[in-house]
Each structure stands twice: as C-alpha cells, then as structure tokens.
C-alpha cells in the first residue's frame, strides 16, 4: 500500500503521515525502486496511527506518545494491566 492510500485509510493526509515518520512516531517504510513509501503491512501502521490519536486525544504530547512507543518497540510494556 501506498502512502496515500494508507493515509486515506487512516483518515488523514500523506504530509501528516510523513510528519510522523520523521518524529519518529511511524517506522519508515520500505522504498520501491522509484523511491515511493510501500506500506507492506498497513493494518500495523493504522494501530500505530490509531494509538498515537488516542494518545493525542488523551493530552500526551507527541513526545510522551513517541516515548510509549519506544518502550513497546523495545518490548517492555508501557504499564502494567
């Protein structure tokens, strides 16, 4: 999937999706030989999106969420249940 499909399908436009990326919020995407983002597993970058709105929406800054994000990547768990 592209980058404007995937941003189609998460609600919102390629330059947010970019944006993120370079915050490191979304991991970077593969490159097609012509230099297009190529999303092989969107439904993992939409969670990822997903998650960091929820964040948004809740009043963490985009730091705090990046720093959550970080930790799971890590595979430590944010919290506990």
């Not at 009043?59 to 720093?67: F, H, S, Y």
């Not at 930790?71 to 249940?81: E, N, Q």
Request: with cysteine; hydrophobic share 40%; glycine share 12%.
């Amino acid at each position: 999937m592209r980058i404007g499909e995937l941003a189609q399908a998460g609600g919102t436009t390629a330059k947010t999706l970019r944006f993120y990326e370079d915050a490191g919020l979304l991991p970077a995407p593969e490159r097609t030989v012509n230099g297009y983002r190529h999303y092989p597993d969107p439904a993992a970058v939409l969670a990822r999106l997903d998650f960091v709105r929820r964040g948004r929406a809740a009043g963490l800054t985009l730091a705090q969420v990046r720093q959550i994000l970080d930790l799971r990547d890590g595979g430590s768990a944010p919290c506990g249940h």
